[in-house]
């Protein structure tokens, strides 16, 4: 089945990106799309990948695991939910990146299956910006601390820094936390901490992609933008 609104929503969050690129004198080229496609049936990742996306975005390791062999192999898993250390082998060998590493032990899982099977991970720390009691991830506060314990770790590649912002009315009330958040991914990279290269700031998601972009963002996470209301 033709699905045109999934080429249709593709068309503007692709355009949307590039205003607020415009708008903040950014360059496009630097601002990846990440469909998230949690809970959405493989048709629809198919249809998105005819489209030309390559970035997909899961919370849930068995779905990876039904979807992703499903999938062209230059198609790109992300974790972006909350993964249990439990989990981490089965989903290594089908993630390209874990943007959801919310604790020491989790890293330390991460580091020591990486080294078992023969691969570097790339990882993003999570961070909790607001403090939300009900949201997984570091502090702020945390984050050097936590880096300065996993920078070493021989098969961890930390990438940069995730947040999952507030849910919010008004876009504009998120974008304090994006600008933390950036500030935060500035002051470490100045730092030149070994094995970290700071490269990805992922945040935003269908309500709020367009300040976060316009904040710094280099990879935003969309669903319901392109898949439609799960
Ligand atoms: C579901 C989810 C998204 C996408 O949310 P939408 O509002 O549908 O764009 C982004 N990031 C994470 C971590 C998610 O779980």
């Keep these: 089945m033709m699905r045109k609104d999934i080429f249709e929503n593709l068309g503007q969050v692709h355009k949307n990106i590039e205003a607020a690129c ?6 496009p080229k630097e601002v990846t799309l990440i469909a998230v496609s949690k809970t959405k049936p ?5 249809e998105a990948y005819q489209c030309g996306e390559r970035n997909f975005g899961e919370n849930k390791v068995q779905e990876i695991m039904q979807k992703q062999p499903q999938m062209p192999s230059d198609a790109r898993f992300h974790m972006i939910g909350h993964l249990q250390r439990n989990k981490v ?21 991460i580091q020591q299956e990486g080294e078992r099977i ?26 050097l601390e936590i880096l300065m314990k996993i920078h070493n770790f021989s098969h961890i590649r930390v990438c940069g820094l995730m947040t999952i912002a507030p ?10 936390v994006f600008k933390k958040l950036f500030q935060l991914y500035v002051d470490i990279k100045r ?10 700031l992922s945040m ?18 969309v669903g319901t933008g392109i898949f439609g209301v799960r």
């Excluded at 493989?42 to 198919?46: A, G, K, N, P, S």
């Excluded at 089908?94 to 890293?107: E, F, G, K, N, Q």
């Excluded at 009691?133 to 945390?142: D, I, L, Q, T, Y």
């Excluded at 009315?169 to 304090?176: G, I, K, L």
Aim: no cysteine; net charge negative; glycine share 8%.
């Design 22 to 27: 415009a708008r903040s004198g950014r360059d």
């Design 42 to 46: 493989i048709e629809d990742l198919q």
């Design 89 to 109: 082998r089965q989903v290594l060998p089908l993630v390209s990146m874990i943007h959801s590493v919310d604790s020491l032990r989790l890293a330390r899982e």
């Design 118 to 143: 023969g691969r570097t991970v790339d990882i993003l720390l999570e961070v909790n910006v607001a403090g939300e009691e009900s949201k997984f991830g570091f502090a702020p506060e945390e984050v």
């Design 167 to 176: 849910f919010v009315e008004n876009s504009e009330q998120n974008r304090p």
């Design 191 to 200: 730092k030149n901490i070994d094995n970290v290269s700071m490269s990805v």
């Design 204 to 221: 935003g998601m269908t309500g709020d992609y367009e300040v976060a972009v316009e904040e710094g963002a280099t990879m935003i996470r």
